[in-house]
């Protein structure tokens, strides 16, 4: 540890210059983080809480935090105020305070867990068109791929 | 003769509750009894426990000021593992459905993670497969842990006990069962928020589909704001200090059926590099780092960022890989590839001993080159 961070940090601190122009020319996404494709399974999984949430099920999450005095923005995305608002009322139930709609919380909000997540990454599925469908475990019931994770 | 029948029913609902009063009067103590037992037989070390309680009508255990010391034990030794309260809840329902279902919640845990030289002599263990490890235990699920206000030290006892402090954590994983049915439709879930040192704020989103065909997982980390400084037992070792700046990191990783994708951005700003000592050496180093730095970064004022992206890429399908070291080893070699040609050992082609050993040997650099973990170059 005491050898390879310090070289890591070195050895980043120069490979960082061959992307620079790159990060000029990306300023305003530079705090986003690398694209990735979305992964076909029964049950899906994404990279992100964004990634299996679309704005309908954004939108409901945000509704019902408010009526729970969390206020939230309508905006239709996992954003830092809406995560703000998921902890204050996470802090409110006494659970842990992770901001993020994890399935205890969108119980407590009276929420189903399946139709946000499930419903929503399959939504998302269809909207967004796909260059490659993976080979989906149709037995099980495929989400399909909803590519491109939006990171909200 | 009928009195005697009455009286012989009166004494059905007594002896019951007489039962209930027994079992209410025992039942802490042999539940007490049970644990501490459990706790004697940890290998290396001992537990011990405040209190604890036992509840019925809503079935559930409270365990109050748990402590696991490591064994045998050192003067001024900080405990393996110490926790507030741990709170294990089950449900009624599916219990009687014939499903164990429990929710744990541990309140302010610190839990002390040693890293240290592993014992090679152990053998190679063989690869994990998840779906067939859960079906064959009895059906099971894990509907929420949770970790509130808690914290992990990791201490590399190798290195004059250098650590690394996550605090102010909250961690929670929801759904990990052993049948699919009790799965919901749902993945499994875990989310995390927490400091690192004392400026970095972490945050973690990872969800799992324990059951497909292959291993399926996707998942990001985002550590933001982690000022350089707060590296400092890192970086003045190699004769150079970074007094000012912040690191933001992101990462984003997806692995389906075994084939390992993704990303790594590290985003330095506003960093300064100076020499750690007066060395001619550590000057030069010092100079060149920090003039990099000045022309690399976009300029904007305030932020003077300078960025890039590893790739991630890896197979973890071949039957002779070790799950632990080489997820690791994708990930270190992503690093090591994408920053610095001159760092190229990466980890061992088998893992060999637990899983923190297996880390260890993974994250270090002085293990030997891997087999199966591969790069995108």
Redesign the interface.
């Known amino acids: 540890?005491?050898?390879?961070?310090?070289?890591?940090?070195?050895?980043?601190?120069?490979?960082?210059?061959?992307?620079?122009h790159q990060?000029?020319a990306k300023?305003n996404t530079?705090?986003?983080?690398?694209?990735?494709?979305?992964?076909?399974?029964?049950?899906?999984?994404?990279?992100?809480?964004g990634?299996?949430l679309d704005p309908k099920a954004m939108h409901q999450i945000q509704s019902s935090l408010s009526r729970h005095g969390a206020s939230a923005p309508s905006s239709g995305q996992l954003d830092d105020e809406t995560q703000e608002a998921l902890r204050k009322f996470q802090r409110n139930q006494h659970?842990?305070?992770?901001?993020?709609p994890?399935?205890?919380t969108l119980r407590r909000l009276g929420l189903d867990?399946?139709s946000i997540?499930?419903g929503g990454a399959q939504r998302a599925a269809r909207n967004t068109p796909s260059p490659k469908r993976?080979d989906a475990?149709a037995k099980?019931?495929d989400a399909g791929d909803g590519q491109g994770?939006r990171r909200q | 003769m009928a009195g005697h029948r009455k009286r012989w029913l009166w004494l059905i609902p007594g002896v019951l509750v007489a039962l209930v009063v027994l079992v209410l009067i025992f039942l802490n103590p042999i539940v007490t009894y049970a644990t501490q037992r459990g706790l004697d037989r940890i290998a290396g070390a001992s537990g011990t426990f405040k209190k604890l309680s036992v509840t019925l009508i809503h079935p559930g255990y409270n365990l109050y000021g748990l402590k696991i010391v490591e064994m045998p034990a050192k003067p001024k030794q900080e405990p393996l593992m110490y926790a507030e309260r741990i709170e294990m809840r089950w449900s009624w329902r599916e219990i009687l459905h014939g499903h164990l279902v429990r929710r744990v919640k541990i309140w302010k845990a610190r839990v002390q993670v040693p890293?240290r030289k592993g014992d090679e002599s152990k053998p190679s263990q063989p690869p994990l497969e998840i779906a067939k490890t859960l079906e064959s235990v009895p059906s099971a699920g894990l509907e929420?842990l949770?970790?509130?206000d808690s914290q992990i030290v990791l201490v590399?006892e190798?290195?004059d006990d250098?650590r690394i402090w996550l605090h102010d954590l909250?961690?929670?994983l929801?759904?990990m069962a052993s049948r699919?049915q009790l799965?919901?439709?749902?993945?499994?879930?875990v989310?995390?928020?927490t400091k690192l040192q004392n400026t970095g704020a972490l945050?973690t989103?990872l969800?799992?589909?324990p059951?497909?065909?292959g291993l399926?997982?996707?998942?990001?980390v985002?550590l933001r704001h982690l000022a350089?400084a707060d590296?400092h037992q890192?970086?003045t070792?190699?004769g150079?200090k970074?007094p000012e700046g912040s690191i933001?990191v992101?990462?984003?990783?997806?692995?389906?059926r075994g084939v390992l994708?993704?990303?790594?951005?590290?985003?330095?700003k506003n960093?300064k590099?100076t020499s750690a000592d007066n060395g001619l050496g550590n000057k030069i180093k010092a100079l060149l780092?920090d003039v990099?730095?000045k022309?690399?970064?976009?300029?904007?004022p305030g932020r003077n960022?300078?960025?890039?992206?590893v790739?991630i890429h890896g197979d973890l399908k071949k039957p002779d890989v070790q799950l632990v070291p080489t997820v690791l080893a994708v990930l270190r070699n992503a690093?090591?590839e994408?920053?610095?040609a001159?760092?190229t050992n990466v980890p061992p082609p088998q893992g060999q001993g637990g899983i923190l050993h297996q880390a260890r040997q993974a994250?270090?650099?002085d293990s030997k080159q891997p087999v199966e973990a591969k790069q995108k170059q």
């Open positions: 540890m005491r050898r390879t961070l310090p070289s890591l940090v070195g050895g980043l601190l120069l490979a960082a210059g061959c992307h620079a990060v000029q300023q530079m705090e986003a983080p690398p694209q990735q494709p979305q992964v076909s399974s029964a049950r899906p999984v994404r990279t992100t809480p990634g299996m659970i842990a305070e992770t901001g993020m994890d399935y205890d867990p399946k997540y499930v993976e475990n099980d019931g994770d | 890293m929420r949770e970790l509130v590399d190798t290195h250098q909250q961690l929670t929801e759904n699919k799965m919901h439709g749902l993945p499994l879930l989310t995390l928020r945050d989103f969800t799992m589909d059951f497909d065909k399926t997982f996707a998942g990001s985002e350089l590296l890192f970086t070792i190699a150079l970074l933001d992101f990462a984003s990783i997806t692995c389906k994708t993704g990303g790594v951005k590290p985003i330095l960093v590099v780092a990099a730095v022309i690399f970064s976009d300029r904007v960022a300078i960025s890039t992206i790739p690093f090591v994408g920053l610095s001159s760092l994250l270090s650099k």
